[in-house]
């Protein structure tokens, strides 16, 4: 799991309500990323960090934001959620080695809007 | 035109057989390509990548480039039912966005 937790696993929430997803890694790494990951639609890159206080907006950023402030916490939040934000949202950090960035995944938090 | 296709499946193969995944990409300036696997209900988990015309062989998986086509794929050897999963194929736009695959579910069957 490359050192990488994400809170909560499970969540049930409701239209309009704020949701706060956490990813937290152990191991420095630069750069984290959130996806979501939908059928028929593979993972989608929602927002990703370079750095504490440094994020981008990825392919599907809409309705979404993100903050870090310490290296090993990357929060996403879903600023009043919708039913189409239900999914299950996979955290990632990348690795460099040798000839590549490889990214390595969380275990993921599945997320309902009723 | 999507950036990354795959056939979603199902492929099924029984188990010895090999199985063959395959993936085009639409950027034709695109330099590495990832392999990952993923459970039903697991996270992804990557499997391999390749940047150079041609196979890489790790174990039982071999993955084979041909950029003048815009194809990548991914050999299974002597397919097990555990290697029943679904299997992305990613491929970075830049550094920071990976664009991924639907996947194609592979069932190996006993």
């Known amino acids: 799991d490359a050192g990488i937790t994400q809170s909560p696993r499970h969540k049930v929430t409701e239209t309009g309500t704020p949701v706060t997803l956490r990813c937290h890694q152990t191991e420095n790494h630069r750069y984290m990323y959130w996806y979501r990951q939908d059928p028929g639609h593979g993972l989608r890159l929602i927002h990703y960090?370079?750095?504490?206080?440094?994020?981008d907006k990825g392919e599907v950023s809409d309705g979404y934001s993100v903050s870090r402030s310490k290296t090993e916490d990357f929060l996403l939040t879903l600023e009043s959620a919708t039913s189409s934000q239900t999914s299950v949202y996979f955290c990632a950090i990348s690795v460099t080695g040798v000839y590549q960035e490889t990214q390595y995944f969380g275990p993921g938090t599945r997320l309902l809007v009723l | 035109q999507k950036e990354v296709e795959q056939n979603s499946g199902p492929l099924s193969v029984p188990e010895g057989a090999i199985a063959s995944l395959n993936c085009t990409y639409s950027?034709?300036?695109?330099?590495?390509f990832f392999w990952y696997r993923q459970y039903s209900g697991k996270s992804p988990e990557w499997i391999m990548s390749?940047?150079?015309?041609g196979d890489k062989e790790d174990g039982r998986f071999t993955a084979q480039l041909n950029k003048a086509s815009q194809y990548v794929s991914l050999l299974i050897r002597d397919s097990q039912p555990s290697d029943s999963a679904t299997y992305l194929c990613?491929?970075?736009?830049?550094?920071?966005?990976?664009?991924f695959g639907a996947g194609t579910r592979l069932t190996v069957k006993p």
């Open positions: 950027d034709r300036g695109s330099q590495s």
């Open positions: 990613a491929v970075p736009r830049n550094n920071n966005d990976m664009r």
């Open positions: 390749i940047y150079s015309n």
């Open positions: 960090s370079y750095g504490v206080k440094d994020t």
